[in-house]
């Protein structure tokens, strides 16, 4: 099934969805942390998907 050009979608990819769980563990293997690192993470840094991978780069690798 091809997407629908048409209908745009409505989240916004410069932010991490913690209620999302499959994409909270995507980051956290892409990134070498553990889910328990991101969780930290977003609690200290917010969302935003460029200061998360930032930060996570600075964690040592799990």
Request: net charge positive; proline share 6%.
């Amino acid at each position: 099934m091809a997407d629908d050009k048409t209908r745009p979608d409505s989240r916004d990819r410069k932010r991490l969805s913690p209620d999302d769980e499959y994409e909270m563990d995507y980051f956290a293997l892409t990134n070498n942390i553990t889910p328990a690192q991101l969780h930290e993470l977003i609690r200290k840094h917010g969302n935003n998907r460029a200061t998360l991978t930032k930060a996570a780069k600075l964690l040592p690798a799990q």
